[in-house]
């Protein structure tokens, strides 16, 4: 099978849409569906639905699996001989929902290692299981479970998120309020899937409340302006004020047990990391995550 052709069926896999999966490879239309019938012809099934929408069938998923798995350790191999040829450590792809949560560690590993090439990825918790089966990164670092076998998981850091109001907001003063107290106000949050929105529609669904956002984005600092402009409340782990991020105004506590982010590192079970890999994944895993965010909720002046 052509290798060319095994990658093309992994986007129209992903995006179940010939014409968007034509654009982002940029090939013709008509040229991506004759080789997804080739394909289908060399396994000898259809891999798709086509009544109405394309959508990957069952044969489709199961070959999808074993494609990704294929591509991802002929990609291992070709970094482990490239490594093998330089008599070097080789690179290191690392994936994580925030980078902020890794600047110490990165910057630790580029001091000891500044010749290693460091590969950064941002993804969401719920993509890092298929990056790490396709081999498209080594390690990931997660704000939430992944659940999902074929990991191999360790424990980085757990701490407190807290509450950031504006200056001025009738919360302000206090060291912690409760959920309930906050059913009323309005949230900027990052989008569905990331940690946390996923934690505060956990934390309102346990008092069977629904939160209300009025601003989903993805740059924290935007979000942060926005929380000073006035417009809303956002959650901001410990480790932000650690890394001497102010909260625009205030630092609150949260009267809740389940208001906490839970830090993992993750990979597959049966990857073969590079020596700079290894060497990554030692440099989290004895990182003095501790030493951070160990703050009181309380007023914080801007800067």
Aim: proline share 6%; with cysteine; hydrophobic share 40%.
């Amino acid at each position: 099978m052509d290798l060319h052709a095994l990658e093309q069926f992994l986007v129209v896999a992903r995006l179940e849409h010939l014409s968007r999966a034509a654009g982002e490879l940029r090939v013709a239309q008509p040229s991506l569906s004759r080789t997804i019938a080739r394909l289908e012809s060399e396994v000898g099934a259809p891999l798709f639905d086509r009544a109405g929408r394309l959508r990957l069938n069952e044969s489709g998923r199961l070959f999808r699996d074993h494609v990704e798995r294929s591509l991802g350790e002929l990609a291992a191999g070709r970094r482990a001989a490239a490594e093998a040829a330089r008599e070097g450590v080789g690179g290191v792809r690392l994936a994580s929902e925030t980078f902020l949560t890794i600047t110490g560690p990165l910057a630790a590993y580029k001091n000891t290692h500044p010749d290693v090439d460091v590969e950064l990825h941002q993804m969401p918790a719920a993509a890092m299981h298929r990056a790490l089966r396709a081999r498209e990164v080594d390690l990931c670092v997660a704000s939430q479970p992944i659940l999902s076998d074929g990991l191999d998981s360790v424990h980085l850091h757990d701490e407190p998120v807290w509450l950031a109001a504006p200056p001025g907001h009738r919360l302000a003063s206090r060291a912690s309020v409760s959920v309930a107290e906050l059913r009323e106000e309005p949230f900027v949050i990052s989008r569905r899937g990331h940690w946390q929105r996923r934690l505060l529609d956990r934390l309102f669904a346990g008092h069977d409340l629904t939160p209300r956002i009025v601003c989903e984005g993805d740059e924290p600092a935007a979000l942060a302006g926005l929380v000073s402009a006035g417009i809303g409340l956002t959650l901001i782990p410990a480790m932000a004020r650690g890394a001497d991020i102010s909260a625009p105004g205030a630092w609150i506590g949260i009267d809740d047990p389940a208001c906490r982010r839970t830090l993992t590192l993750h990979r597959a079970t049966d990857s073969r990391l590079s020596t700079a890999a290894r060497l990554m994944h030692t440099t989290l895993t004895t990182w003095p995550w501790n030493t951070t965010g160990n703050q009181q909720p309380g007023n914080q002046q801007q800067r």
